[in-house]
């Protein structure tokens, strides 16, 4: 399995926070909370950046836009129109430079992936939101 890097840049639009905001709100334990905004902003910046290559995605299909699912799995999954869905994993920018030297062998995993979005994915994406970077499989 090939991997690569790109930039997305590290613009997050003030939408973009608010639904993370909203969403997480929603969840009364902490620890899910932080994970729903952090997993939000992951899906809202693979989002932008592939609407701004003129690729179509489609939210509300996506599994981490239904507030159930949203609560009770640990979601970061973004429907391409016509493709199926990507899962985007957001990471913190001290575990990128990890992943990349993980990359030399193909016995670690780049970032934990739960259970319940090991299947029905297109790809996976990481994200490092501080950072703009996406590292895909």
Not at 17 to 29: D, G, L, M, S
Request: charged residues 20%; glycine residues 4%; proline residues 4%.
């Amino acid at each position: 399995m090939g991997y690569f890097q790109i930039k997305i840049g590290r613009i997050t639009t003030r939408k973009a926070i608010q639904t993370a905001e909203q969403f997480a709100a929603a969840i009364p334990n902490q620890q899910k909370s932080e994970q729903v905004y952090l997993n939000t902003l992951a899906v809202q910046a693979v989002h932008d950046y592939l609407q701004l290559m003129g690729i179509d995605t489609n939210l509300q299909q996506s599994d981490s836009w239904n507030p159930v699912v949203r609560m009770c799995e640990d979601v970061a999954d973004l429907m391409v129109t016509g493709l199926g869905k990507l899962e985007c994993r957001p990471v913190l920018s001290e575990i990128i430079k990890d992943l990349e030297t993980s990359m030399q062998s193909s016995t670690v995993p780049l970032c934990p992936i739960p259970l319940e979005v090991q299947d029905e994915r297109i790809c996976y994406i990481v994200v490092d939101r501080r950072t703009g970077t996406a590292i895909t499989a």
